[in-house]
């Protein structure tokens, strides 16, 4: 059973562009949503989280939008630089859950010059 | 990562061979997790732990078993490898309420032959 869904899977875009990654949950319980990067080689690291009290959060160039009652968020990425080629995941949990997050699948995000 | 790491890196095993693989932290966080991840699933929870020998099981713990007789120490086993279990193993890290969410180690590349 996939609580957090995720789309597309792979992603190439061009520098400049907004590439635009998004999720959904099935699980109404969940009330903390992060995405992590991450490179070759390395762990997931974070880079923006949101609660749904919010409908939006900026941080930089990474944008997340919410929508709870459709139960999707999604990342955005403004103005977009090869050095964002990675592979980004979101995941979501519960309070009281000891912060277990459950993760999408990944998607692999490629900036071209 | 700084103040977690995992050991060994790198690991080729025999199936039916008994795995350890070790979570090392120095954050003095309480809550300590075991990923796995592969192509097409993402990242997946396999055992928690949310303080000192207490663990509980995530959504694939079938073939692993954990221990954390510390808070630092976070020991992953698998009791008889198989095949199945070639993977990259996440160690992760975080403290109830934090603001950072997970801290992740820079994994374990297990591959079982």
């Known amino acids: 059973q996939q609580q957090v869904k995720q789309s597309p899977q792979s992603l190439i875009v061009q520098k400049g562009g907004i590439p635009i990654i998004n999720c959904a949950y099935e699980n109404t319980a969940f009330d903390y949503f992060p995405w992590y990067q991450q490179f070759p080689g390395k762990g997931p690291a974070l880079l923006i989280a949101?609660?749904?009290?919010?409908s939006e959060k900026k941080e930089g160039r990474f944008t997340i939008s919410f929508n709870k009652s459709a139960k999707q968020f999604s990342l955005h990425i403004m103005d977009s630089q090869p050095g964002d080629s990675a592979t980004y995941f979101c995941?979501?949990?519960?309070?009281?859950?000891?912060?277990?997050?459950?993760f999408g699948t990944g998607t692999r995000l490629q900036v071209t010059l | 990562d700084a103040g977690i790491t995992q050991s060994p890196r790198h690991k080729v095993t025999e199936t039916g061979t008994p795995v350890t693989l070790r979570c090392h932290q120095t954050?003095?966080?309480?809550?300590m997790y075991w990923y796995r991840q592969d192509p097409g699933h993402g990242l997946r929870l396999i055992h928690y732990s949310y303080g000192v020998k207490d663990t509980d099981k995530g959504e694939v713990s079938d073939g692993y078993s954990v221990s954390r007789s510390k808070t630092e120490d976070f020991l992953l086993t698998l009791e008889s490898a198989t095949s199945s279990q070639t993977s990259v193993y996440f160690c992760a890290i975080s403290d109830p309420g934090g603001a950072d969410g997970y801290t992740f180690g820079s994994g374990t590349r297990l591959t079982v032959v």
């Open positions: 954050e003095n966080h309480r809550y």
């Open positions: 949101i609660r749904p009290d919010v």
């Open positions: 995941a979501a949990s519960a309070t009281g859950t000891a912060s277990k997050l459950t």
